[in-house]
C-alpha cells in the first residue's frame, strides 16, 4: 500500500474512526425504509432504522432518498419527566458515518459524554455510508481504474514536486467533472448539498414529535450546524458546536485560515518533547529548536530517500517519503494525547526512523489514516470503503462550494498568497485543484450564516487545533447573538482529543439547565503530552481520528 489517500485526508475533513475493534455486522439490508423512525435492535448496545426523506424537497414526488438512523436510547422511559428526548449528532465530514461514529464511541462513552437523560441519534447523510442512494461517481470499476491509473500522486503536491504536479492533477479533475456530469446516475449530486441535510435533521427531528432540536456537530457539522441554525433559527433548543469550520470559508472554497493554529500545534509536540526530557521523550534533545531542525531534516531526508516498510505480505506495506512524513505530522497533532497517533508514538517513531532508518511507525500514522477503522483490513475489504468515503468528499464538497475556475496559474498564485500561513497549508491546493473541474452547481443554500436563535449557541474551540482553530469559533459566535465560545486548553481537533472534565461538566450543564459558561473561559484537560493516560480516563472521552477534510 502506498500513502496515496493520505492527502485526501490531510485536513481531517471527515471524521472517521479509529475503531479499537472492528464494526460487528449488521444487515442493513434487512431493515424496511419508512416514513417514521422505526428503530430495531442493532450493534448489540444500539437501535437502528431506515428514514425516508424526499431527494428534492422542491419536488417531493421526484423520490426519496434514504437515511441510516442509529441511536443510543435513553436509560429513561419518555414519560419520565427527567427525559430530555433525543440529541443529533454530526461527526464532520463532509462524508463522515454517523452510525460508525456512535459504534465507534461505544454505549459507555456515549453515557458519560451526555448522561442517561438523552437519546443520542445520528445517521449517514445523503450520499454517504449506508443511506441510499450512494455516491458514485464512475460507471463502472474499469473506468474508476483508468482514473486512478491517470491520476498523478497527490502526495507529490508536498515539497518540491508542487510545479509539476498541479498542471496534470488540474487536467485530471477536468477529467473527472466531465465524467460526473455525464453519468450522474446513481445519485442526483444537485441534492447532496448541507441545506438539504439540514433539512433531513428537521425532519429527524419532526418524526420525534418535537419541533426544536437539541444538536451536537463536530468539525465540518460545525458548518452543517451553523447553516441548520441560520435556516431555522427558531427551531433551536440547544446546540453545541465543537472544534468550529467557518461556515463562509467552507462555501467559499478558500479554507486557508483553517490552518491559522497549525503549526502552533505542532510546536506543542517541540516544547512538550523537550519539557519532558529524554525519558518520556525518544525524540529529545537540546532545545525546542533543535528538536523543530531535527524533524525538518528529517523530511528533507527522506525526500531525497524514501524508506521503504515492509513487514509481509499480509500487511500494508509502503513507504515513507517527504509527503508521507509530513502526513504522519499532521496525524499526530490531530490527537497528540491518546492511542496510537500520540505524540508519545509519533517520538518513538521518529526516533526509529532518525536512528535506524525504520519507518514503522511513522507509517502506521498513515495506516490509522487510510485503514483505521480496520483491525483486519482483508477481511472488510478496506480500499474499497475508503474509495468510496473519499468519492463522497469530493461529491459533497464541491457541490457546496461556489464554482471554482482556477486554472494552474491561478492555483500557483493561490498558493503564494497562503504558503506563509503554515507549513502543511500545501495541502489546501489538492482540495482546491479537485473542484476546478466540477459541474454541479446547484442553487442551494450557503448563506448568510447568522441568525437570531431561539436559544443561544455554545461554540468549543481548542487553543491549539490544526484544523479548525479558536479564532472560527470567536469569529463564528460574532454572527449568532448571546452565543458564548469557551475554549478547551489542548491541542487536538476538537475538544474530542482530550479527555476534559471542565469540558464534559460545562456541555452538561448546558444541556440540562441552559446555563452558558462565561465567555472566553477556558477548561483544563486531564492528561498531559507524553504521558500514557490512566484507563480511567479513557472512557470519558474517547478520541476519533479524522479522515477527509473537517
Same mark, same amino acid.
Given at each position: 500500500?502506498?500513502?496515496?489517500?493520505?492527502?485526501?485526508?490531510?485536513?481531517?475533513?471527515?471524521?472517521?474512526?479509529?475503531?479499537?475493534?472492528?464494526?460487528?455486522?449488521?444487515?442493513?439490508?434487512?431493515?424496511?425504509?419508512?416514513?417514521?423512525?422505526?428503530?430495531?435492535?442493532?450493534?448489540?448496545?444500539?437501535?437502528?432504522?431506515?428514514?425516508?426523506?424526499?431527494?428534492?424537497?422542491?419536488?417531493?414526488?421526484?423520490?426519496?432518498?434514504?437515511? =441510516?438512523?442509529?441511536?443510543?436510547?435513553?436509560?429513561?422511559?419518555?414519560?419520565?419527566?427527567?427525559?430530555?428526548?433525543?440529541?443529533?449528532?454530526?461527526?464532520?465530514?463532509?462524508?463522515?458515518?454517523?452510525?460508525?461514529?456512535?459504534?465507534?464511541?461505544?454505549?459507555?462513552?456515549?453515557?458519560?459524554?451526555?448522561?442517561?437523560?438523552?437519546?443520542?441519534?445520528?445517521?449517514?447523510?445523503?450520499?454517504?455510508?449506508?443511506?441510499?442512494?450512494?455516491?458514485?461517481?464512475?460507471?463502472?470499476?474499469?473506468?474508476?481504474?483508468?482514473?486512478?491509473?491517470?491520476?498523478?500522486?497527490?502526495?507529490?503536491?508536498?515539497?518540491?514536486?508542487?510545479?509539476?504536479?498541479?498542471?496534470?492533477?488540474?487536467?485530471?479533475?477536468?477529467?473527472?467533472?466531465?465524467?460526473? +456530469?455525464?453519468?450522474?446516475?446513481?445519485?442526483?449530486?444537485?441534492?447532496?448539498?448541507?441545506?438539504?441535510?439540514?433539512?433531513?435533521?428537521?425532519?429527524?427531528?419532526?418524526?420525534?414529535?418535537?419541533?426544536?432540536?437539541?444538536?451536537?456537530?463536530?468539525?465540518?457539522?460545525?458548518?452543517?450546524?451553523?447553516?441548520?441554525?441560520?435556516?431555522?433559527?427558531?427551531?433551536?433548543?440547544?446546540?453545541?458546536?465543537?472544534?468550529?469550520?467557518?461556515?463562509?470559508?467552507?462555501?467559499?472554497?478558500?479554507?486557508?485560515?483553517?490552518?491559522?493554529?497549525?503549526?502552533?500545534?505542532?510546536?506543542?509536540?517541540?516544547?512538550?518533547?523537550?519539557?519532558?526530557?529524554?525519558?518520556?521523550?525518544?525524540?529529545?534533545?537540546?532545545?525546542?529548536?533543535?528538536?523543530?531542525?531535527?524533524?525538518?531534516?528529517?523530511?528533507?531526508?527522506?525526500?531525497?530517500?524514501?524508506?521503504?516498510?515492509?513487514?509481509?505480505?499480509?500487511?500494508?506495506?509502503?513507504?515513507?517519503?517527504?509527503?508521507?512524513?509530513?502526513?504522519?505530522?499532521?496525524?499526530?497533532?490531530?490527537?497528540?494525547?491518546?492511542?496510537?497517533?500520540?505524540?508519545?508514538?509519533?517520538?518513538?517513531?521518529?526516533?526509529?526512523?532518525?536512528?535506524?532508518?525504520?519507518?514503522?511507525?511513522?507509517?502506521?500514522?498513515?495506516?490509522? +489514516?487510510?485503514?483505521?477503522?480496520?483491525?483486519? %483490513?482483508? =477481511?472488510?475489504?478496506?480500499?474499497?470503503? %475508503?474509495?468510496?468515503?473519499?468519492?463522497?468528499? %469530493?461529491?459533497?464538497?464541491?457541490?457546496?462550494?461556489?464554482?471554482?475556475?482556477?486554472?494552474?496559474?491561478?492555483?500557483?498564485?493561490?498558493?503564494?498568497?497562503?504558503?506563509?500561513?503554515?507549513?502543511?497549508?500545501?495541502?489546501?491546493?489538492?482540495?482546491?485543484?479537485?473542484?476546478?473541474?466540477?459541474?454541479?452547481?446547484?442553487?442551494?443554500?450557503?448563506?448568510?450564516?447568522?441568525?437570531?436563535?431561539?436559544?443561544?449557541?455554545?461554540?468549543?474551540?481548542?487553543?491549539?487545533?490544526?484544523?479548525?482553530?479558536?479564532?472560527?469559533?470567536?469569529?463564528?459566535?460574532?454572527?449568532?447573538?448571546?452565543?458564548?465560545?469557551?475554549?478547551?486548553?489542548?491541542?487536538?481537533?476538537?475538544?474530542?482529543?482530550?479527555?476534559?472534565?471542565?469540558?464534559?461538566?460545562?456541555?452538561?450543564?448546558?444541556?440540562?439547565?441552559?446555563?452558558?459558561?462565561?465567555?472566553?473561559?477556558?477548561?483544563?484537560?486531564?492528561?498531559?503530552?507524553?504521558?500514557?493516560?490512566?484507563?480511567?480516563?479513557?472512557?470519558?472521552?474517547?478520541?476519533?481520528?479524522?479522515?477527509?477534510?473537517?
Amino acid at each position: 500500500m502506498h500513502h496515496k489517500l493520505g492527502l485526501f485526508a490531510s485536513l481531517a475533513l471527515t471524521f472517521s474512526l479509529n475503531l479499537a475493534q472492528e464494526i460487528e455486522f449488521f444487515d442493513w439490508d434487512a431493515v424496511q425504509p419508512s416514513d417514521t423512525l422505526d428503530w430495531g435492535q442493532c450493534y448489540t448496545d444500539f437501535q437502528c432504522a431506515r428514514f425516508n426523506v424526499p431527494l428534492n424537497y422542491s419536488d417531493e414526488s421526484v423520490g426519496s432518498a434514504v437515511l =441510516a438512523m442509529i441511536r443510543l436510547p435513553s436509560n429513561l422511559s419518555s414519560n419520565d419527566p427527567n427525559y430530555r428526548g433525543p440529541i443529533l449528532f454530526n461527526p464532520g465530514g463532509p462524508g463522515g458515518s454517523g452510525v460508525d461514529a456512535l459504534v465507534g464511541f461505544g454505549k459507555d462513552a456515549l453515557s458519560s459524554l451526555v448522561g442517561p437523560e438523552f437519546d443520542f441519534v445520528s445517521f449517514d447523510p445523503r450520499g454517504v455510508g449506508r443511506t441510499t442512494p450512494q455516491v458514485d461517481l464512475f460507471s463502472s470499476e474499469n473506468e474508476k481504474a483508468l482514473w486512478n491509473l491517470n491520476n498523478p500522486d497527490l502526495n507529490s503536491l508536498n515539497g518540491t514536486g508542487i510545479v509539476d504536479a498541479i498542471p496534470r492533477l488540474w487536467a485530471q479533475f477536468q477529467i473527472l467533472g466531465q465524467l460526473v +456530469e455525464d453519468h450522474d446516475t446513481s445519485i442526483s449530486l444537485a441534492h447532496l448539498t448541507t441545506d438539504n441535510v439540514a433539512r433531513d435533521m428537521l425532519r429527524i427531528v419532526e418524526a420525534h414529535n418535537r419541533t426544536k432540536i437539541i444538536y451536537y456537530g463536530v468539525s465540518y457539522g460545525t458548518a452543517l450546524g451553523a447553516t441548520f441554525a441560520a435556516m431555522f433559527p427558531d427551531r433551536i433548543e440547544r446546540m453545541i458546536l465543537d472544534g468550529v469550520l467557518d461556515a463562509s470559508s467552507y462555501y467559499s472554497g478558500d479554507w486557508s485560515a483553517q490552518f491559522t493554529d497549525a503549526d502552533k500545534s505542532l510546536q506543542l509536540f517541540f516544547d512538550g518533547c523537550f519539557e519532558v526530557g529524554s525519558d518520556k521523550c525518544p525524540f529529545h534533545d537540546s532545545s525546542p529548536e533543535k528538536i523543530k531542525q531535527n524533524v525538518l531534516d528529517l523530511l528533507e531526508s527522506v525526500r531525497l530517500k524514501p524508506v521503504p516498510v515492509y513487514e509481509g505480505p499480509t500487511s500494508p506495506y509502503g513507504i515513507i517519503d517527504y509527503a508521507g512524513l509530513k502526513t504522519a505530522l499532521q496525524v499526530a497533532t490531530r490527537q497528540p494525547y491518546l492511542g496510537a497517533t500520540s505524540f508519545l508514538r509519533l517520538a518513538q517513531g521518529l526516533a526509529d526512523l532518525q536512528r535506524a532508518g525504520n519507518g514503522s511507525i511513522i507509517f502506521s500514522f498513515l495506516g490509522q +489514516e487510510v485503514y483505521g477503522r480496520y483491525t483486519n %483490513i482483508s =477481511a472488510l475489504n478496506a480500499p474499497a470503503s %475508503i474509495e468510496r468515503e473519499r468519492e463522497a468528499v %469530493i461529491a459533497i464538497s464541491c457541490t457546496d462550494m461556489q464554482e471554482i475556475t482556477d486554472k494552474p496559474a491561478d492555483l500557483f498564485a493561490y498558493f503564494e498568497r497562503v504558503k506563509g500561513i503554515s507549513m502543511f497549508v500545501d495541502t489546501l491546493l489538492p482540495i482546491r485543484t479537485r473542484c476546478s473541474g466540477w459541474k454541479i452547481h446547484p442553487d442551494h443554500f450557503t448563506g448568510p450564516i447568522t441568525a437570531n436563535t431561539s436559544f443561544p449557541i455554545l461554540f468549543i474551540g481548542n487553543t491549539a487545533d490544526p484544523v479548525t482553530p479558536l479564532a472560527s469559533a470567536k469569529a463564528m459566535s460574532a454572527k449568532f447573538p448571546g452565543s458564548v465560545v469557551f475554549a478547551q486548553d489542548s491541542g487536538g481537533h476538537t475538544s474530542l482529543a482530550a479527555p476534559s472534565a471542565c469540558t464534559v461538566g460545562r456541555m452538561r450543564e448546558y444541556l440540562l439547565s441552559g446555563r452558558l459558561p462565561e465567555a472566553d473561559s477556558v477548561c483544563p484537560i486531564d492528561v498531559k503530552l507524553f504521558e500514557a493516560p490512566q484507563s480511567a480516563v479513557i472512557p470519558v472521552r474517547r478520541s476519533l481520528v479524522a479522515r477527509g477534510l473537517f
